[in-house]
């Protein structure tokens, strides 16, 4: 950010930029120039239904200053929402997003079904789905290729599972 000065002394610093361990800042800002770079080579696209054109899109050559370090700090925060929304995806994929030993044990009776919400019964109820070793959800997870049931090759339910 400093080779961007007009003063040449402030140029040749050389500038320390510390964080995590995981988390390189200078391989960060790298990586935001080049696409940003990148994105100003491909052009402005269509996002959604509106015409080509309706959007001004400020490209990286032609802007300075606070303009480029506002860019480059929303593209670095662009990039890890990305990656943490990816993250989160790939979790529940793989069924880890809810650990059984930070579930919360819990008995229900007829009486506490009875009165709650019916969005959270169902909430309840497919978040354990969700988790049941199924021939579908072991496909999901890339355990297993054919999601039929072995017994009668029709597709596996959850009554196969609970029942098994």
Not at 9 to 21: D, E, H, I, P, Y
Not at 72 to 90: G, W
Request: proline share 3%; hydrophobic share 35%; with cysteine.
């Amino acid at each position: 950010m400093l080779e961007e000065s007009d003063d040449p002394v402030v140029k040749t610093v050389q500038q320390s930029l510390k964080a995590g361990r995981k988390w390189k800042v200078t391989e960060a800002l790298d990586e935001a120039k080049e696409c940003l770079k990148m994105k100003e080579v491909i052009g402005q696209t269509q996002t959604d239904r509106r015409g080509l054109g309706s959007i001004t899109a400020k490209w990286w050559s032609k802007t300075e200053g606070k303009e480029k370090r506002d860019m480059i700090i929303d593209e670095i925060r662009n990039k890890e929402d990305s990656t943490r929304v990816q993250k989160a995806v790939q979790q529940h994929q793989q069924g880890q997003w809810t650990n059984w030993d930070t579930a919360i044990q819990r008995s229900l009776t007829w009486n506490d079904i009875w009165h709650m919400a019916p969005l959270r019964i169902s909430f309840l109820i497919r978040s354990v789905y969700d988790l049941l070793p199924s021939n579908a959800n072991l496909v999901r997870w890339g355990k297993k290729d054919d999601p039929r049931c072995p017994l009668y090759q029709g597709m596996q339910t959850t009554e196969h599972v609970l029942s098994s």
